[in-house]
């Protein structure tokens, strides 16, 4: 008889081991996700604000890409010769991550609101023309996101 098919062999430590191992990183898991999302720089009482947090960044950006004071822009740059007519403008968030999830604040009535730089440039190009300030509200009642640019001049 060979040792593995022995019925002299002790392997039931090495298979209480097993389980003991497996347990234990079961738990460390369910506290380290624990820890995770209650330090999630995302959350965000959904009920209260009527989006997430996520959710209200994610429209902000596509909302400051589509804003109304692009096409006056464009058109502003296009009559000084700066801008050719077939170019677009783009609009994008200038902040870091972190720093756009800390400047997101609640309204007093339930919704967000965020101001951050944007960064103007030309479609295509990865050069920045210039910055102008974004604005992003979130009303709760209304159940939209209005996102805006400061154009020079502006108040």
């Excluded at 298979?15 to 506290?31: D, M």
């Amino acid at each position: 008889m060979s040792e593995l098919t022995s019925s002299q062999r002790h392997g039931n430590v090495g298979r209480t081991l097993l389980w003991v191992a497996i347990l234990l990183s079961v738990l460390l898991l369910g506290f380290v996700t624990a820890l995770t999302v209650r330090h999630n720089p995302y959350y965000s009482d959904r009920a209260a604000n009527g989006i997430s947090k996520f959710r209200f960044l994610e429209a902000c950006k596509e909302g400051i890409g589509q804003a109304e004071q692009l096409t006056t822009l464009k058109s502003v740059l296009q009559q000084t010769g700066q801008l050719q007519p077939n170019q677009n403008l783009r609009a994008e968030i200038a902040a870091e991550p972190r720093q756009l999830v800390q400047s997101v604040q609640t309204l007093p009535g339930g919704g967000w609101t965020l101001a951050a730089p944007a960064n103007i440039g030309i479609q295509g190009q990865t050069a920045v023309l210039g910055q102008l300030g974004a604005q992003c509200v979130y009303d709760k009642a209304q159940g939209r996101t209005v996102a805006q640019l400061q154009l020079p001049g502006q108040q």
